[in-house]
Structures are given as structure tokens and as C-alpha cells.
């Protein structure tokens, strides 16, 4: 729970339903990221919301960290 909460005041991330809107990443970078995650790993997410791991692994990825 902690994750997340510094995780919408970062990027300032808007609730939606099912998860968050991509739409409201303040980070560009994050942003481009979690849409090319969201489209290429999650089948059954919706074009604009995601959870927040995915906003958190495309975070990682940004930074560099590489994932097997």
C-alpha cells in the first residue's frame, strides 16, 4: 500500500475502476514505457488503465534495470 501512494504522488496517477490511467503519468518517459508494457504483457487490460506494477516495472525499465 505504501508503494502506491508514493507511487500516484510522483506521477500523479488518476484512479479509474480497473486500475490507473495511463493518460495521467506526469512522466513522459514512464508514460511511453507503461503503454508499450501494457500492449505487449497485459492481454486483458484496457488501452488506458493498468495496475499499479506495470506503472512500477516500466518505472524500473526507465531507469535501466534490466529484467530476464
Do not use: W
Not at 510522483?10 to 508514460?31: E, F, N, P, T, W
Not at 514505457?33 to 484496457?46: E, P
Amino acid at each position: 500500500m505504501a508503494i502506491t501512494e508514493a507511487m500516484k504522488k510522483k506521477y500523479k496517477l488518476a484512479k479509474k475502476k480497473r486500475g490507473y490511467a495511463i493518460s495521467s503519468i506526469s512522466d513522459k518517459v514512464v508514460k511511453v514505457a507503461t503503454q508499450i508494457l501494457a500492449g505487449k504483457v497485459m492481454n486483458k487490460c484496457c488501452a488506458d488503465k493498468v495496475p499499479m506494477p506495470m506503472v512500477a516495472l516500466a518505472e524500473k525499465c526507465t531507469e535501466g534495470v534490466h529484467f530476464n
